[in-house]
């Protein structure tokens, strides 16, 4: 019953691993739109219909772009915290393992004692029915 509450736990840590690993690619991913948004806002440009008609354009343009930066943003805080979550439940998945290897241990370390403790008592048995047979 141990072995299998380890293994369920060994399982849920591998599977929590894999869920923030896929958390910090997307940070990664959403870090790096957030790069291009932010170089091609500093790089944007119109076409020539106007002085007046060309900044509004650019205007609105940047709006849109720093508008959709702050949703990145705060897509990627989510996920940041939704990993600082993740880094905490790992830590008491990893616990509850170590606390059933150890549980494991010493059941292994209880069985050997009894197997040795039966083999001496079979010995012992044996050593006296040879001597009571000479």
């Known amino acids: 019953m141990i072995k299998k509450l380890l293994n369920l736990k060994k399982m849920q840590t591998d599977q929590k691993i ?3 690993t896929k958390m910090q690619n997307r940070v990664e ?3 790096a739109e957030i790069m291009l948004t932010q170089h091609q806002m500093a790089t944007t440009s119109v076409n020539k219909h106007g002085a007046i008609s060309d900044f509004a354009i650019l205007q609105i343009h940047k709006n849109t772009m720093k508008a959709h930066i702050v949703k990145l943003n705060v897509i990627k805080n989510r996920l940041i915290q939704k990993i600082d979550k993740a ?3 790992l ?3 990893l616990k509850e393992s170590e606390q059933f ?3 494991v241990q010493e059941q292994k370390k209880i069985e050997l004692k009894e197997l040795l403790k039966r083999e001496e008592e079979a010995t012992a048995e ?3 029915s040879k001597y009571v047979a000479s």
């Open 87 to 89: 880094n905490e439940e």
């Open 91 to 93: 830590k008491e998945l």
């Open 29 to 31: 991913e959403l870090e």
């Open 18 to 20: 894999l869920e923030r």
């Open 101 to 103: 290897s150890y549980l």
């Open 126 to 128: 044996y050593m006296q």
